[in-house]
């Protein structure tokens, strides 16, 4: 293990910075930083007075979401990496990696953060140095992650870390790379100063390193939320959830129970909205933390209707991205509460009226489609006071959700553990604009894990069924899509608040208080068993099961699981077996 002050000492020899900060997490320091962007331009101050303690990024805009072609697993041999990953060997990878950080930050500061993801010192813990050459990228960093002297304590006592390697290195496309090396607990990424590329704690540690990690021992590394729905009683039970980006976990974690049901006692409190760290407990129950100390969330279509909570959370110390700029120093973006103002500077940084179009008269978006905010969790009014126990909380519930305009119901649930890792492992979802690709077109994405798991997938779902069979409570495992269409193409459900209502039935079943009818693909709520404001003919057509499209849906799932061949277990075939069988 090699000393964290020698590793420094070599990616300052390989980048040439003209110096070296290390980032201790204070106030003074911080506001230093933020001086030091706005005069180079990095980061623009907004309207104190309106937006207290927030300022504003602009991207290049050739780098505005995660760039899967250019993210590597690098593992001795290919197999462990497996077919849903690009591999590159570690030989090689090192080798064009260092050509890029290679004098990469000459004249510039090369900033040193030393942080933990998860509760310092807890058993879901893991620490990292993160070495970059951007104030944006640290001043998220501070947000998203937790750092200052009890994680140099640990350093200096020769805790195992993370080595996080960052250069934007001129935003040069041809130079871009994210690299993971699972074997040597390594991330190299250049080129890029995307959130997903560049804050390599988040979807570079917590996921993709951290699955491998979690893998070897013993627990498991998440694309989930995490929340708990307080009864009127004063009990709490914590459900997670994994939806792909962009599909609604943060609008969910922060729920806002309809208001006859707070009327009732109901609350939510939000443990966390994208990543969640999972360990059998000694009671034989499944319990999560939130590794991330902050949210960094997506900007349009949110609004007081889909996330009241969200939008209290950043109405101070936020950093907006690739959102536009009005003349007085505040942001907007489509579909947030203010109606289209005039004489707005878009995320591209040109002026910009409602109605603009390019050349070829197509319309322009003032905010680009995947802007993001970054806000710390703290100021999020719904926060679980549990949020950062070291012990993490138990889970009753795991949802895997995507957005299906058709075939996938409402909601169903799986009959057992094996069954429900099946469910997950068979996700498509509509691509939304956090992933790169044509958007609305479908993809797989098992457990939303597809961009972010760190080896062979086969041997993620394996694991899933270890972790299962060591439990003695397993949580009930449930599929959600919140997007189903009717035959005019308009959305079945309301979704938003209204989600709570799914969310009680699906408690209810966890504590054996409401049955379920069964189905070919798992149970279902019985019409009636949901208290919603649709007629049964709607909720009917919510829950339906259509038998030809589920033949087609079942064969994508065999050409899928095809690929991993006999090294996909043995169980998860013989759930694919026994679907198909109920379709013939």
Avoid at 28 to 39: C, I, P, S, Y
Avoid at 44 to 68: M, W
Avoid at 229 to 240: C, F, K, L, S
Wanted: with cysteine; aromatic share 10%.
């Amino acid at each position: 293990m090699a000393n964290f002050n020698d590793w420094v000492k070599e990616v300052e020899t390989l980048c040439s910075p003209r110096k070296v900060v290390w980032i201790d997490g204070s106030a003074e320091q911080v506001e230093n930083l933020k001086k030091d962007g706005f005069q180079s331009g990095e980061i623009i101050e907004l309207n104190q007075d309106k937006l207290p303690g927030c300022f504003y990024h602009r991207s290049n805009p050739n780098d505005v979401a995660r760039t899967e072609e250019l993210t590597f697993i690098c593992t001795s041999d290919k197999e462990s990496a497996g077919p849903t990953n690009n591999w590159m060997a570690p030989k090689e990878a090192y080798t064009r990696a260092k050509e890029i950080f290679k004098g990469s930050m000459d004249g510039k500061t090369m900033y040193v953060i030393p942080f933990s993801m998860g509760p310092v010192g807890s058993q879901f813990s893991k620490i990292g140095i993160q070495v970059t050459d951007s104030i944006y990228v640290v001043l998220n960093m501070l947000i998203m992650t937790r750092v200052g002297k009890p994680v140099m304590d640990l350093l200096s006592s020769g805790a195992e870390f993370t080595k996080c390697l960052h250069s934007l290195a001129g935003l040069d496309e041809k130079k871009r790379l994210i690299l993971h090396f699972p074997e040597d607990n390594t991330i190299w990424s250049a080129g890029s100063g995307y959130g997903g590329n560049a804050l390599l704690g988040k979807k570079c540690l917590a996921l993709r390193i951290a699955s491998y990690l979690a893998k070897n021992e013993g627990w498991l590394a998440e694309h989930m939320l995490i929340t708990g729905i307080e009864d009127p009683q004063g009990n709490v039970d914590y459900i997670a959830a994994a939806f792909p980006s962009a599909c609604g976990k943060t609008n969910l974690a922060m729920i806002l129970p309809p208001e006859e049901f707070e009327r009732k006692g109901y609350k939510v409190w939000t443990v966390g909205d994208d990543i969640a760290w999972l360990r059998v407990g000694s009671d034989g129950r499944l319990w999560a933390v939130n590794p991330e100390a902050g949210f960094f969330g997506v900007a349009p279509g949110t609004n007081s209707k889909s996330n009241p909570n969200m939008m209290k959370t950043i109405s101070r110390n936020t950093i907006f991205t690739n959102v536009a700029l009005k003349d007085d120093k505040t942001v907007w973006w489509e579909g947030c509460d203010e109606a289209v103002p005039d004489n707005m500077t878009d995320w591209l940084g040109n002026k910009w009226n409602a109605g603009s179009k390019d050349k070829a008269g197509k319309t322009l978006f003032a905010a680009h489609p995947n802007s993001r905010f970054t806000a710390p969790i703290s100021q999020c009014p719904c926060l679980s006071p549990k949020w950062s126990d070291s012990k993490g909380v138990p889970i009753s519930a795991i949802i895997f959700g995507a957005r299906r305009s058709g075939v996938v119901p409402l909601v169903y649930e799986s009959h057992n553990w094996t069954h429900g890792v099946y469910m997950g492992a068979t996700m498509r979802s509509e691509r939304t604009a956090a992933q790169s690709g044509k958007v609305g077109e479908l993809r797989r994405d098992p457990m939303a894990m597809i961009p972010f798991c760190g080896y062979n997938m086969a041997d993620y779902f394996n694991h899933w069924i270890d972790v299962g069979d060591n439990l003695k409570s397993p949580p009930k495992i449930f599929q959600v899509n919140w997007f189903r269409k009717d035959a005019g193409g308009q959305f079945m459900w309301p979704g938003f608040g209204e989600n709570f209502r799914v969310l009680l039935w699906m408690l209810a079943r966890c504590k054996n208080k409401v049955s379920a009818a069964e189905t070919p693909i798992g149970l279902i709520p019985k019409i009636g068993d949901i208290d919603a404001h649709l007629s049964p003919a709607v909720i009917q057509q919510l829950l339906s099961v259509n038998n030809s499209e589920w033949e087609s849906e079942i064969g994508q799932h065999n050409k899928f699981f095809e690929q991993f061949g006999t090294r996909l277990s043995e169980r998860i075939w013989q759930e694919q077996y026994t679907l198909q069988e109920q379709f013939v």
